[in-house]
């Protein structure tokens, strides 16, 4: 029988059929190229190649199917997770939406108190009589939250106010705010033509370094504590 002997007829057939395949295709080029009969020592040391094999197989199925039992309890982890944050995320879009009614509030509440206060704050400290109580209102499709017809040294002027509740020291911030006003005053100026506009920002504090931008801005301050 050449190289296949019974016995090895009885190994291979109890081997995967693939791994079965393979070895006879092996055995059949060694019987081709070197004409030996293989002897029992080198069958015997074939089958114990064949265990060890089968023995890393077994491990590496078994990591793999550990990994596969890792892979499952992470991914459930990950929808908890998942779903945690989806639940945090509606509570803040509910407390932001609450804080946003309560902000709005406090600044309409602000913005009314500063209707009744502007007229005498502007009078006694920059010589600004109003001739029409102040509104807020929408020009040009931008919302002005301070309008108001008056006049000063004889010549009537338009006072345009943007209201914040901070007036910050950092310049960033500033820049926003002013860029806000100063659009306004553009769709003023658009809808009435060229007539002498007051800036002004309203707020509750402004820092040191905020007035500073303002005055050199030609921008009145008025702050709640002043009326």
Known sequence: MGIFSIELFEELEKLEPDLRRAFIKILKTIEKNLGEV????????????????TEKLNVLTEKV????????????????????LRKTREDLDKLRKDFGGFSRS???????????????????????????RFVRTEIQEEEIN????????GKEVYIVGEATLRLEENKKDFERTFKELERKVEAVKKEL??????????????KRSALKLAQEKGIIVAQSFEW
Do not use: C, W
């Open 106 to 132: 406090m600044s309409y509440a602000f913005e009314n108190e500063a209707y009744r206060n502007l007229p005498r704050f502007l009078k006694e400290k920059h010589g600004i009589e109003i001739l029409e």
């Open 65 to 84: 199917e550990a990994l596969a039992q890792a892979q499952a309890k992470t991914e459930e982890e990950i929808r908890k997770l998942a779903e945690g």
């Open 193 to 206: 033509g060229e007539v002498e506009v007051v800036k002004l920002i309203v707020t509750h504090f402004a």
């Open 38 to 53: 293989v002897k029992k020592e080198d069958f015997l040391e074939l089958k114990r190649a064949v265990e060890v094999l």
């Open 146 to 153: 301070f309008f108001a017809r008056g006049k000063r040294n």
